[in-house]
């Protein structure tokens, strides 16, 4: 029996757990912002073309908030078909019913409609990004999302004396919606882009864009806390500044080790915080990007574009004839820069920004990245072997029910899915081995996800192969959640040997992490925000494909660790989704599919 003694104690620390609790939502602030989405020309590469977009810009509107606090945006859809918003890194604790992905956690909010999220910012600080999340709208509809330190806190470096905004975008001269719908009823491979951009702009180096190339006026001596988002639809990308140094010091909304580099690599959906110090002789340098393509060497087919921004000094001096092109990016295939830069980054680690790894695994799982292919009749469709491209997770494509599975879940609705996504792929043979034979590329389209347990620790290690031949960087995100990396490398995962150099003592923390080409990452997190969580590759044409599933994590045991309940109003399912893998009936099925 407890003491009176231990009674008090308890009482006592319960008492100011609540006042801490109650004193940090007194500080917490709340924040309202309204999101049109409406179609407008836009003219790039010589082209004009109409394309849904937020608030007129393209990128659009930056969010800005403090650690802990709250937005409501409500998003008013004037275009032409359903939309959904994910708001990409914020773990919205309890609140899945905010999170965004189609089919997923809510169903599409249909044009001449409006739905209100509530984005609940957490532990984050740094910066985030949000985005479509419904078939390639994202390609045009994303902005960045800023998370400032809360009051009476800083930022663990000095105070830099201004910030720059950097977007990282995906440009199609065609309408990529519809390139993307036809490719997927034909089994086609999905589009390249034309260009890639930033902040909107190809830059210098594409065809009528010179005069449009974003521009920044910089004052010498100053440092500038860039914060850059890598919101392209399917591409690793280089970046680098003409002379200038970058030191790393956040990523994915988390502080790491301050890191001096000449370049980055960054992948879609991840986000970048770097400190650049204006120290060089006043003139105008580029910022550059460049594809880093990871796939193998007979894949020339990429996006090859330079894309740049200038950063001009101001004062008085005679302006160059052309600005400087920093020498230090790195080719497009040069895997070798990308592993020793990613090899540098770590978790700040201090005692303001603890790392917490979870060390009590319940739940270990071993999960198979693959590139596969759908069967067709007579090898009737248009992509490999007459047949369907696809991709899958433990070789399971991942099919989106009719209904989304949050929904399904929260009212006890069978049916719409299974409980029984595996821990381990159904064989295990040697997942990097070229030529592989033809059953392994052949894989089950279900709705299956992974159950876990209120606080279960996990662990999972995401293997990449070599099946059909067509092994490359798979970007894996989790919503919801931001992970520890405890480690990674090349070839097939060894489960005596590779755990003994995971990093315990300072492991990258992010909500986006890669699984190298032919290799394998493995990460860890603990299970302690209930609800529905997607977790997908961050390549769009794989996404497409079915390289997905989703993570329930059962409530708690009181109130407090449980789903909250649903808001007034969601958008309703007006009719069974047309997944993208799923046989096509003709004309009414490709129409059905963009209606939808």
Same mark, same amino acid.
């Given at each position: 029996?407890?003491?009176?003694?231990?009674?008090?104690?308890?009482?006592?620390?319960?008492?100011?757990?609540?006042?801490? *609790?109650?004193?940090?939502?007194?500080?917490?602030?709340?924040?309202?912002?309204?999101?049109?989405?409406?179609?407008?020309?836009?003219?790039?590469?010589?082209?004009?073309?109409?394309?849904?977009?937020?608030?007129?810009?393209?990128?659009?509107?930056?969010?800005?908030?403090?650690?802990?606090?709250?937005?409501?945006?409500?998003? +008013?859809?004037?275009?032409?078909?359903?939309?959904?918003?994910?708001? +990409?890194?914020?773990?919205?604790?309890?609140?899945?019913?905010?999170?965004?992905?189609?089919?997923?956690?809510?169903?599409?909010?249909?044009?001449? !409609?409006?739905?209100?999220?509530?984005?609940?910012?957490?532990?984050?600080?740094?910066?985030?990004?949000?985005?479509?999340?419904?078939?390639?709208?994202?390609?045009?509809?994303?902005?960045?999302?800023?998370?400032?330190?809360?009051?009476?806190?800083?930022?663990?470096?000095?105070?830099?004396?201004?910030?720059?905004?950097?977007?990282?975008?995906?440009?199609?001269?065609?309408?990529?919606?519809?390139?993307?719908?036809?490719?997927?009823?034909?089994?086609?491979?999905?589009?390249?882009? =034309?260009?890639?951009?930033?902040?909107?702009?190809?830059?210098?180096?594409?065809?009528?864009?010179?005069?449009?190339?974003?521009?920044?006026?910089?004052?010498?001596?100053? !440092?500038?806390?860039?914060? #850059?988002?890598?919101?392209?639809?399917?591409?690793?990308?280089?970046?680098?500044?003409?002379?200038? @140094?970058?030191?790393?010091?956040?990523?994915?909304?988390?502080?790491?080790?301050?890191?001096?580099?000449?370049?980055?690599?960054?992948?879609?959906?991840?986000?970048?915080?770097?400190?650049?110090?204006? %120290?060089?002789?006043?003139?105008?340098?580029?910022?550059?990007?460049?594809?880093?393509?990871?796939?193998?060497?007979?894949?020339?087919?990429?996006?090859?574009? %330079?894309?740049?921004?200038?950063?001009?000094?101001?004062?008085?001096?005679?302006?160059?004839?052309?600005?400087?092109?920093?020498?230090?990016?790195?080719?497009?295939?040069?895997? #070798?820069?990308?592993?020793?830069?990613?090899?540098?980054?770590?978790?700040?680690?201090?005692?303001? +920004?603890?790392?917490?790894?979870?060390? $009590?695994?319940?739940?270990?799982?071993?999960?198979?990245?693959?590139?596969?292919?759908?069967?067709?009749?007579?090898?009737?469709?248009?992509?490999?072997?007459?047949?369907?491209?696809?991709?899958?997770? @433990?070789? #399971?494509?991942?099919?989106?029910?009719?209904?989304?599975?949050?929904?399904?879940?929260?009212? =006890?609705?069978?049916?719409?899915?299974?409980?029984?996504?595996?821990?381990?792929?159904?064989?295990?043979?040697?997942?990097?081995?070229?030529?592989?034979?033809?059953?392994?590329?052949?894989?089950?389209?279900?709705?299956?996800?992974?159950?876990?347990?209120? @606080?279960?620790?996990?662990?999972?290690?995401?293997?990449?192969?070599?099946?059909? $031949?067509?092994?490359?960087?798979?970007?894996?995100?989790?919503?919801?959640?931001? *992970?520890?990396?405890?480690?990674?490398?090349?070839?097939?995962?060894?489960?005596?040997?590779?755990?003994?150099?995971?990093?315990?003592?300072?492991?990258?923390?992010?909500?986006?992490?890669?699984?190298?080409?032919?290799?394998?990452?493995?990460?860890? *997190?603990?299970?302690? %925000?209930?609800?529905?969580?997607?977790?997908?590759?961050?390549?769009?044409?794989?996404?497409?494909?079915?390289?997905?599933?989703?993570?329930?994590?059962?409530?708690?045991? !009181?109130?407090?660790?449980?789903?909250?309940?649903?808001?007034?109003?969601?958008?309703?399912?007006?009719a069974s989704f047309a997944t993208y893998l799923e046989p096509f009936d003709g004309q009414t099925d490709r129409l059905r599919l963009f209606s939808n």
């Open positions: 029996m407890e003491s009176g003694g231990a009674r008090a104690a308890s009482a006592l620390v319960s008492l100011l757990v609540t006042a801490a *609790f109650l004193l940090s939502a007194a500080h917490a602030k709340v924040h309202y912002y309204d999101f049109v989405l409406r179609e407008k020309n836009y003219t790039r590469l010589c082209s004009t073309k109409s394309m849904l977009v937020v608030n007129d810009s393209f990128p659009g509107p930056v969010i800005r908030v403090q650690k802990g606090d709250t937005a409501f945006v409500n998003v +008013h859809n004037q275009g032409d078909y359903g939309v959904t918003i994910h708001w +990409h890194g914020v773990k919205q604790p309890r609140n899945p019913w905010s999170d965004g992905p189609e089919y997923i956690t809510q169903c599409p909010i249909e044009p001449g !409609t409006n739905f209100t999220y509530e984005v609940i910012f957490s532990k984050e600080e740094g910066t985030l990004w949000w985005h479509a999340h419904s078939d390639w709208t994202r390609s045009s509809v994303h902005g960045a999302i800023v998370v400032y330190p809360g009051d009476g806190t800083s930022y663990p470096y000095p105070t830099p004396d201004d910030e720059e905004v950097i977007v990282l975008g995906s440009w199609y001269i065609a309408d990529v919606n519809q390139e993307v719908a036809e490719d997927l009823v034909t089994g086609a491979d999905t589009p390249r882009s =034309n260009s890639y951009v930033i902040n909107g702009q190809p830059g210098d180096f594409a065809n009528c864009s010179r005069n449009s190339t974003y521009r920044r006026v910089v004052d010498y001596g100053k !440092t500038y806390l860039v914060r #850059i988002v890598n919101a392209d639809m399917n591409a690793d990308l280089f970046l680098a500044i003409a002379e200038h @140094n970058m030191t790393v010091v956040g990523m994915d909304g988390n502080y790491v080790k301050p890191v001096m580099v000449d370049f980055i690599v960054i992948s879609p959906g991840q986000t970048m915080d770097v400190l650049v110090t204006m %120290n060089q002789a006043p003139g105008h340098y580029y910022v550059a990007i460049r594809q880093y393509d990871s796939a193998r060497p007979d894949v020339t087919d990429y996006d090859k574009t %330079n894309a740049t921004a200038i950063f001009m000094y101001s004062g008085n001096y005679t302006a160059p004839a052309s600005p400087v092109f920093p020498h230090s990016l790195p080719a497009n295939e040069d895997f #070798i820069a990308a592993d020793i830069f990613l090899a540098k980054l770590r978790s700040l680690a201090s005692a303001e +920004h603890p790392v917490d790894v979870p060390m $009590n695994i319940t739940t270990k799982m071993y999960i198979t990245v693959e590139m596969n292919q759908i069967l067709c009749p007579n090898a009737s469709c248009e992509g490999i072997n007459g047949n369907r491209l696809a991709s899958s997770l @433990n070789n #399971i494509s991942f099919l989106n029910p009719s209904t989304d599975v949050l929904l399904a879940y929260y009212r =006890n609705l069978s049916g719409y899915y299974t409980p029984d996504f595996p821990n381990w792929p159904p064989t295990m043979f040697n997942f990097t081995q070229s030529d592989l034979p033809f059953n392994t590329t052949i894989p089950i389209q279900a709705t299956k996800v992974k159950m876990l347990e209120y @606080n279960e620790e996990v662990e999972m290690t995401f293997q990449g192969t070599e099946v059909l $031949n067509a092994s490359e960087n798979h970007p894996m995100h989790l919503h919801g959640y931001s *992970f520890y990396v405890m480690g990674s490398g090349y070839g097939n995962f060894d489960n005596e040997t590779d755990p003994l150099t995971y990093n315990y003592v300072d492991p990258l923390e992010v909500n986006t992490i890669v699984v190298p080409k032919n290799g394998w990452v493995t990460i860890r *997190f603990k299970a302690s %925000n209930p609800g529905v969580w997607f977790w997908h590759c961050h390549l769009d044409r794989h996404l497409s494909w079915g390289m997905s599933t989703v993570m329930i994590v059962k409530n708690g045991g !009181t109130l407090e660790t449980s789903v909250r309940s649903p808001p007034p109003y969601l958008p309703p399912c007006q």
